[in-house]
C-alpha cells in the first residue's frame, strides 16, 4: 500500500516525535512511505492536492483539527474518496477525540491494517470546507484560551473552568444575526452560534447532544443574548446534553443555512480552529464527502456504515 504521511510538526512534542518515529517505521516494514512536513498554512492542502493526483492509497495526517481542515478542502475541493487516518496532535483535537483515534503507535497501525472507514459529512461554507464545526461569538474560541498545563492538570474541566471565567465578557457581548434555513428562521441577539458535525465542540463533549457525523445535515446551536442565570444554567447542563431544553437555546438540524449580521460590526467565524472570515456565510452539507479510517470498536463509528478501503 502507498501512504502519505503528512505531519504538523509545529504542534509536535518530543513524546509525539517518538510516537510518530514508530509508526513510521512500523509502516515501513510492509508498505510504501512518503513522509511530508508541512511549514506553513495551506501546505497540507497541496500535500493532499499531491496525494489525490498520484494516486495514493491512504493519507495519514497528524495535527489538530485546523491541519485536519485543510485535507479536508483538498478532499472536497476535488470529491476524493481517498481514506484519512487521523493522529491526534494540537490544541484542540475534537473530531478525532469524538471519533476515539488511537494513540498508541501499534494500536494506530493495526487500525490502518484493519482497512475500516467510514465516510463521515463535510461541511461546506461558501467556497470552503470544515469537517467538524464552526463556531462564533466570545464563547467560541474559549478552547484555544485554555493552555496546555491546565488541560494536562484538570483534563476536560479545564474547558468549563476557562467558560466560567469568560461568563462576565459573555453578558457583555453579543452578535445581532439573521439565520435563515428551510427549517427555521432566526433574528435577533446571540452570544453564540455553532454549526456542527460533531457532540464535541470546542473541548465540550455533549454541546450537539444529536449530532450525527453521516447524517448529511449540521446541527445548529444558538444561545441567544440572555442573563447571568440563564447561561449558568445552558454552561452547566451541557456536561450532560440537556442545555438545550434552556428557552434561551435554539437547536435545530438542517442541510442548509445562511447567517447573515444586522450590525455595523463585523462577525468573525471561527472554522475547526482556525479564522474562517467574516458574516455574510452559506453553509450546506456534502453528505458523506470525506472517508475516514476508523477503530471499528470506536462510539463514533456506526457498524452498519463501515467499509474497507
Same mark, same amino acid.
Do not use: W
Given at each position: ?6 505531519? %504538523? +510538526? ?8 517518538? +510516537? ?49 481542515n485543510e485535507i479536508a ?15 491526534? /496532535? ?7 477525540? #469524538? ?14 491494517? %484493519? ?25 467560541? %474560541? ?43 428562521? #432566526? ?39 440572555? /442573563?447571568? !442565570? ?42 475547526d480552529g482556525e479564522h ?5 456565510? +452559506? ?6 464527502? !470525506? ?19
Amino acid at each position: 500500500m502507498r501512504i502519505k504521511f503528512i505531519i %504538523n +510538526q509545529s504542534s509536535g512534542s518530543q513524546d509525539h516525535d517518538l +510516537q510518530i518515529e514508530e509508526i513510521c517505521r512500523m509502516l515501513e516494514e510492509r508498505h510504501v512511505l512518503e513522509v511530508f512536513y508541512t511549514e506553513k498554512k495551506d501546505d497540507a492542502t497541496l500535500a493532499t492536492d499531491d496525494a489525490i493526483r498520484d494516486g495514493v492509497d491512504l493519507l495519514i495526517v497528524s495535527g489538530g483539527d485546523g491541519t485536519v481542515n485543510e485535507i479536508a478542502n483538498s478532499i472536497g475541493d476535488k470529491r476524493s474518496q481517498l481514506p484519512v487516518a487521523i493522529l491526534s /496532535n494540537g490544541t484542540v483535537n475534537d473530531f478525532s477525540k #469524538f471519533l476515539e483515534m488511537p494513540s498508541d503507535p501499534k494500536d494506530f497501525v493495526e487500525m490502518i491494517e %484493519n482497512c475500516n472507514t467510514i465516510d463521515v459529512d463535510l461541511g461546506r461554507i461558501n467556497d470552503s470546507y470544515f469537517v467538524n464545526v464552526a463556531a462564533m461569538g466570545t464563547a467560541s %474560541n474559549i478552547a484555544h484560551e485554555v493552555d496546555k498545563e491546565t488541560k494536562a492538570r484538570f483534563g476536560a474541566m479545564a474547558y468549563y473552568l476557562q467558560g466560567l471565567r469568560k461568563l462576565p465578557e459573555l453578558l457583555t457581548e453579543s452578535m445581532h444575526l439573521r439565520l435563515q434555513s428551510g427549517e427555521f428562521h #432566526f433574528e435577533g441577539e446571540a452570544m453564540l452560534l455553532v454549526i456542527s458535525n460533531t457532540k464535541s465542540i470546542g473541548g465540550f463533549t455533549n454541546l450537539a447532544p444529536e449530532a450525527d457525523l453521516s447524517d448529511g445535515k449540521f446541527d445548529v446551536l444558538l444561545i441567544k443574548k440572555t /442573563n447571568f !442565570f440563564s447561561i449558568a444554567d445552558v454552561f452547566f447542563k451541557s456536561l450532560t446534553g440537556e442545555h438545550t431544553e434552556n428557552e434561551d437555546v435554539l437547536y435545530f438540524q438542517t442541510e442548509r443555512l445562511t447567517v447573515e449580521s444586522l450590525s455595523q460590526n463585523e462577525v468573525e467565524i471561527d472554522i475547526d480552529g482556525e479564522h474562517g472570515g467574516i458574516l455574510p456565510i +452559506q453553509f450546506s452539507t456534502i453528505p458523506r464527502g !470525506f472517508r475516514v479510517v476508523v477503530n471499528n470498536k470506536n462510539k463514533g463509528s456506526d457498524p452498519s456504515v463501515i467499509t474497507n478501503y
